[in-house]
């Protein structure tokens, strides 16, 4: 069982910048994947970033060069640095976390950028 806790979300305006945090209950050098989905109001949830045990990442082309998704295993955490922030990127954000063929989910945090 792993435990998530997102921050760092808030009202930005566009062309502005967040970081949120994403900490772990346990050592994520176990978890396979870490990374970042999101679900505006009315919407499907959609995939953002992910980073893997190997430290490779991917990213949707919507936030690709905008978002960087990291990781600190010594302080069992991952982020999601938000750049030039876009009124579409306002949604709930969600970590998750791939562990033992099963996902772990945060309960999310709220970002909102306004035009």
């Known amino acids: 069982q792993v435990q998530l806790v997102e921050s760092g979300g808030g009202l930005v305006q566009a062309g502005g910048s967040l970081r949120l945090s994403c900490a772990a209950s346990e050592n994520i050098y176990s978890i396979s994947a870490m990374g970042w989905y999101r679900q505006a109001p009315g919407k499907q949830r959609e995939w953002v970033a992910t980073?893997?045990?190997?430290?490779?990442?991917n990213y949707a082309d919507s936030v690709k060069s905008r978002f960087t998704v990291s990781r600190d295993i010594a302080k069992n955490a991952v982020y999601l640095q938000m750049n030039r922030l876009k009124p579409e990127d306002t949604a709930r954000y969600y970590c998750y976390a791939d562990l033992k063929l099963r996902r772990y989910w945060g309960q999310g945090t709220q970002v909102t950028v306004s035009s």
């Open positions: 980073i893997a045990s190997t430290g490779s990442t």
